[in-house]
T-cell receptor, first 113, second 117 residues
Framework: GGIITQTPKFLIGQEGQKLTLKCQQN?????MYWYRQDSGKGLRLIYY???????QKGDLSEGYDASREKKSSFSLTVTSAQKNEMAVFLC????????????FGPGTRLLVL | GDSVTQTEGPVTVSESESLIINCTYS????????LFWYVRYPGEGLQLLLK?????QKGSSRGFEATYNKETTSFHLQKASVQESDSAVYYC??????????????FGLGTTLQVQP
């Protein structure tokens, strides 16, 4: 087994601020994902990475940057926080192959004042 | 395109009653869809409840069942007798080989289940 750790757990930012969220996994999984969850809108894919140093845009990549520094970590940056923005960011990982089960972290809750 | 539609919540049932949460999918770009139910219990992270990767098969976990029906493009979640501890948000998700095997999942909006004692 393994776990996914996300930091910070809560993030309060100011409008226009650049904010970075971090994700670590010890599953030794190849692929990692960042999702955004807004109330009543389900999960939407922001970025994903198939392997170290790979980056792929998801459906909601505008306004975000990502970085896969090493196999175990995947960071997401909100390039300019929007006023009154409130969402939960979920990190996930999965192993390479046809098996599609993703394992999720506990999430980072963002609030922009 | 690829999409998932599930029962709009909240769904409220009494303990020991039966439950069905509907899920239908559209998989236009996925040759062999995999289907999942994820659950988020209060205060916990999103976790896999059950999955089925072959059409016609049934998955089960914690008393819940779901059958992958390719003809009706459905994957409804059922339980014969719910408990208060089943109160959670349930997400139906669609995945499968999508050119490069990225493993992307497409989620429904989630259904909040409230079980009354």
């Amino acid at each position: 087994g393994g776990i996914i750790t996300q930091t910070p757990k809560f993030l309060i930012g100011q409008e226009g601020q650049k904010l970075t969220l971090k994700c670590q996994q010890n599953f030794n999984h190849d692929t990692m994902y960042w999702y955004r969850q807004d109330s009543g809108k389900g999960l939407r894919l922001i970025y994903y990475s198939i392997t170290e140093n790979d980056l792929q845009k998801g459906d909601l990549s505008e306004g975000y940057d990502a970085s896969r520094e090493k196999k175990s970590s995947f960071s997401l940056t909100v390039t300019s926080a929007q006023k009154n923005e409130m969402a939960v960011f979920l990190c996930a990982s999965k192993d390479w192959g046809r098996e599609d089960t993703q394992y999720f972290g506990p999430g980072t809750r963002l609030l922009v004042l | 395109g690829d999409s998932v539609t599930q029962t709009e919540g909240p769904v409220t049932v009494s303990e020991s009653e039966s439950l069905i949460i509907n899920c239908t999918y559209s998989a236009t770009s996925i040759a062999y869809p995999n289907l999942f139910w994820y659950v988020r219990y209060p205060g916990e992270g999103l976790q896999l409840l059950l999955k089925v990767i072959t059409a016609g098969q049934k998955g089960s976990s914690r008393g819940f069942e779901a059958t992958y029906n390719k003809e009706t493009t459905s994957f409804h979640l059922q339980k014969a007798s719910v408990q208060e501890s089943d109160s959670a948000v349930y997400y139906c998700a669609l995945g499968g080989p999508q050119g490069g095997n990225t493993g992307k999942l497409i989620f429904g909006l989630g259904t909040t289940l409230q079980v009354q004692p």
